[in-house]
């Protein structure tokens, strides 16, 4: 069974940084392309960050370029987002996604003074 | 960037059927789009419906079906249940990066 599970979200003041966190199991995650998704309370999805399976590639929204990095390490089949210089409008649930088949439960960032 | 407009809102009987489309302002959405429909009830995580535009995963009822119509996409529901009543959003994943439409609201009243 493929499992994604999300960690890494809190309360944080605007300027702060967060690393959110996910583990994968169920499949051979170095194969996979994997993503972040955010969703704002009561908003639409909105993609955030795309990382080949190799680590070679990483695309983000222009809407979130020089902020937000995202990594991973096929060893410990984790996924990572650093997310800096964080805004009162980056509050939101953010998802992993395994190549658009599989998604985890999310975990919340709340970006708050 | 890339916009992806879809209806805001439908409503649908139980039994009908109904079909939410998804367009793009990079121009006709084609098979190199990507096209994927994802389902997304109050309080879950999304899930994914259909992929490659016209492909169900295995846990995908066989009344959802996917389609490229003229320029756009389309996800039919035939049949529909209460239970699918819920947000469903298209996303168009090319060259590694990817944009969501903006969701349709499905209200089977």
């Known amino acids: 069974e493929v499992q994604l599970v999300e960690s890494g979200g809190d309360l944080v003041q605007p300027g702060g940084s967060l690393r959110l966190s996910c583990v994968a199991s169920?499949?051979?995650?170095?194969?996979?392309?994997m993503s972040w998704v955010r969703q704002a309370p009561g908003k639409g999805l909105e993609w955030v960050a795309g990382?080949?399976?190799?680590?070679?590639?990483?695309h983000y929204p222009d809407s979130v370029k020089g902020r937000f990095t995202i990594s991973r390490d096929n060893a410990k089949n984790s996924l990572y987002l650093q997310i800096n210089s964080l805004r009162l409008e980056d509050t939101a649930i953010y998802y992993c996604?395994?190549?658009?088949?599989?998604w985890g439960q999310g975990t919340l960032v709340n970006v708050s003074s | 960037q890339t916009v992806v407009t879809q209806e805001p809102s439908l409503t649908v009987s139980p039994g009908g059927t109904v079909t939410l489309t998804c367009a793009s302002s990079?121009?006709?959405?084609?098979?190199?789009?990507?096209l994927n429909w994802i389902q997304q009830k109050p309080g879950q995580a999304p899930r994914a419906l259909i992929y490659?535009?016209?492909n169900r995963h295995p846990w995908t009822p066989a009344r959802f079906s996917g389609s490229l119509l003229g320029d756009k996409a389309a996800l039919t529901l035939s049949g529909v249940l209460p239970e699918d009543e819920a947000d469903y959003y298209c996303?168009?994943?090319?060259?590694?990066?990817?944009?969501f439409g903006g969701g349709t609201r499905l209200t089977v009243l």
């Open positions: 996604a395994r190549q658009w088949i599989d």
């Open positions: 169920g499949f051979t995650f170095r194969n996979y392309w």
């Open positions: 990382i080949k399976d190799d680590g070679s590639e990483r």
């Open positions: 990079a121009g006709a959405v084609t098979n190199e789009d990507y």
């Open positions: 490659g535009a016209t």
């Open positions: 996303l168009i994943y090319k060259g590694g990066t990817s944009v």
